[in-house]
């Protein structure tokens, strides 16, 4: 007993001559956390300005204390979940109709149904959508190059609708196409003879690649732990897609409001020993600038870290600009030094089917931290260049079939009527009094808001009910259209609908009460964000709801 006593003295002394260590550990510790913040806090305030940042912050901080009611409250979550449900059950009553009788394929038929009938179902279906776009009253959306070269992209997929270049010793054909896809459109960017690239599945998943090779690569080469990419607002959603899958934090950078491109002094001061890349649009999806993408380029190179130009929209509008007769103030491409990727969709200006981009880099080196490799799978070394595994032969055949159709003096033809399209539209715009530009777009794409405050909105709404289908924008509430060859001829007919809809709200501001306002009215008008995500979810459940 005597012996216990004594060890328990000798340990409870040990651990009092600890104390100052313990007590100097701590406050290492806590020290290396408060810098950690308080650098977080200066860099947000450095980059946003004070105001900004202390918005955000409450901003923040409201939503805390929003989703900590919600949780530990009794019924408050099941209030806002009451109510939630309503305005779901709303969408997806718009989106799931059905007529009286109307057959519902719920699970296999017992019997398989013969061509014949096939044939009619697929006109039924394809009826349910009307075709309305052919009239032009679509923002983007639909890039139809004719029904020529829709005719073309058909053959092209019934000749290779089986093939899969996963297996290219199956399928020589498609990687034969594949390579010359990326050879044309890496010479359409003056790529240089180490250049290099990908096909992938669209827009989205040519940028995701991009932050994974560069995350990767950064990771290898420098040992960056904690990744960081700083990229303007109006990036593309990709990149907070890419931020969510990759754990690469997302640093992004308030624009010039005047010019609406970002701002170059504030990607000076986010750029850290962590920032694996910057990244600029050309143009941007929702206002279609133009960032300052020589000085971002220069600024990376002298950084020492990867470039990448979004020209996924203007991919095939962009290089023919010139011989168009609508040349740019500087080039995007990979003339400027410090440009290590470009991604292009090859399915909108080039008139490709849908799900075909391209992702460009400067060297191989890049492009092999884009690729996943497993040498010790049981069933065998497997490799994929992009996401996927599997892929259809049958839409590198179609944008392959496309490409080589149309050529240069197609693609510059193209560029040249759509670009006077967008031109018209932009000065209609201007001579409105009622309405302003967003930034001094250049490209394909005019956003244009209301001067008078809550106006916009309205005037998407009322635009809707003539059928044009514009895409609406935030922060600042504005609306778009992307030009396409089948604006060309509904040019006139969008500025006479938009005076004819403003007028209509000048004697009463309640006519535009609809859709579009009460969605987006709402959303800027909720402090809770994550409302705005459940409902907005309940629509994408509605997407496959029978």
Known sequence: MATNLQSLNQALSRLTDRTPLITLAKNIIFLVIFKRYLSSVVSTVLLKGPLRAVRDYVRAILQ?????????????NALVNTEVEKHVKSIQKKMVVYAPGETIYRELPKKGLSDETVRQELV?????????????????????????????????????????????????????????????????????????????????????????????MARATRGVTSPEMVVPVTMHAAFDKAESYFGVKLVHVPIDQKSGKVNIEKVKRAINRNTIMLAGSAPNFPHGIIDDIPTLAALAKKHKIGMHVDCCLGGFIVPF???????????????????????????????APKGSSVIMYRSKEIRDYQYFVTTDWPGGIYAS????????????????????????????????????????????????????????PISSVVAFSAQTQGRTYGLADLLSRKHWHLNVLQHPPAIHVACTMLTVNAADTLISDVKEALEVL???????????AAIYGTAASVPDRSIVADVTKGFLDALTML
């Open 64 to 76: 805390f204390l929003i989703t900590y009611t919600r949780r530990y409250v009794p019924g408050a």
């Open 124 to 216: 039924r279906y394809q009826s349910m959508g009307g075709e309305e776009w052919k009239d032009g009253k679509v923002s983007g959306a639909v890039y139809h190059g004719g029904n020529e070269v829709s005719a073309l992209i058909t053959e092209a997929f019934g000749r290779f609708c089986i093939t899969n270049p996963l297996h290219p010793e199956i399928f020589p054909g498609v990687r034969r196409m594949e390579a010359e896809v990326l050879s044309m459109v890496l010479r359409m960017y003056n790529a240089p003879s180490t250049a290099c690239g990908s096909m992938t599945s669209g827009g989205t998943e040519s940028l995701l690649m991009a932050v994974k090779a560069y995350r990767d």
């Open 321 to 351: 600009m010139e011989k168009a007769g609508f040349p740019l103030e500087h080039p995007v491409d990979f003339r400027l030094d410090g440009v290590t990727s470009v991604s292009v969709d090859t399915h909108k200006y080039g008139f």
């Open 385 to 440: 260049p992009s996401i996927a595994g599997s892929r259809p032969g049958a839409l590198i055949a179609g944008c392959w079939a496309a490409l080589v159709h149309f050529g240069e003096e197609g693609y510059v033809e193209s560029t040249r009527q759509i670009m006077t399209t967008a031109r018209k539209i932009k000065q209609g715009i201007k001579a409105i009094p009622e309405l302003h530009l967003i930034g001094d």
């Open 506 to 516: 000048k004697k009463d501001p309640a006519a535009g009460n609809g859709d579009v």
